[in-house]
Antibody, heavy 117, light 107 residues
């Protein structure tokens, strides 16, 4: 069974930093490019970031470019999102998801990041 | 950036009837289009990818069609568990944009 488990979400003050994680099991993690997607309370889905399987390509949405950094550790089957200079509008549930391949894509259950004073 | 637009915003259908949801991209995304179902408090659930391929475990009453810019998700005979919000997503070109969602409600 494929499982993606996000963690690290918490309440953080505006301007603060936070690093969230995603551990993947049930697939060969190093074979998958990965995405972060977020959903603000009561809103739709927003793609945030992509990282290739070997970390040689990373991409970001305009809304987080320059503030967020995606990384991965294939030895630990783990994906990370370092979030700096956090704003109230970054408040959301953050999901990790595999990129699409021949059998579709897999999503985690999400971790809630709240930016508030 | 590719803008993805879903219609209608809300769709009211009776159980047992057919539901048809639409998704339009502002430029061609080939067949790189996915559909998700989301219920309150849950993560999105992948239904369809490649515009028409059902994901593992998805019932046959869900079907997807289209290519290029116009896509359709059809639910052939609505069950009580199908009432939810549905999103489409293009993954042809970054940023991988989502539609704003269609809420499927009981009539």
């Amino acid at each position: 069974e494929v499982q993606l488990l996000e963690s690290g979400g918490e309440l953080v003050q505006p301007g603060g930093s936070l690093k969230i994680s995603c551990v993947v099991s049930g697939v060969t993690f190093r074979d998958y490019s990965m995405n972060w997607v977020r959903q603000a309370p009561g809103k739709g889905l927003e793609w945030v970031s992509f990282i290739s399987d070997s970390s040689d390509a990373m991409y970001y949405s305009d809304s987080v470019k320059g503030r967020f950094t995606v990384s991965r550790d294939n030895a630990k089957n783990s994906l990370y999102l370092q979030m700096n200079s956090l704003r109230a509008e970054d408040t959301a549930v953050y999901y990790c998801a595999t990129a699409f391949n021949y059998d579709g894509a897999y999503w985690g259950q999400g971790t809630l990041v709240t930016v508030s004073s | 950036e590719i803008v993805v637009t879903q219609s209608p915003v809300t769709l009211s259908v009776s159980p047992g009837e057919r539901a048809t949801l639409s998704c339009r991209a502002s430029q061609s995304v080939s067949s790189n289009l996915a559909w998700y179902q989301q219920k309150p408090g849950q993560a999105p659930r992948l239904l369809i990818f490649g515009a028409s391929t059902r994901a593992t475990g998805i019932p046959a009453r869900f079907s997807g069609s289209g290519s290029g810019t116009d896509f359709t998700l059809t639910i052939s005979s609505l069950q009580s568990e199908d009432f939810a919000v549905y999103y489409c997503q293009q993954y042809n070109k970054r940023p991988y944009s989502f539609g704003q969602g269609t809420k499927l409600e009981i009539k």
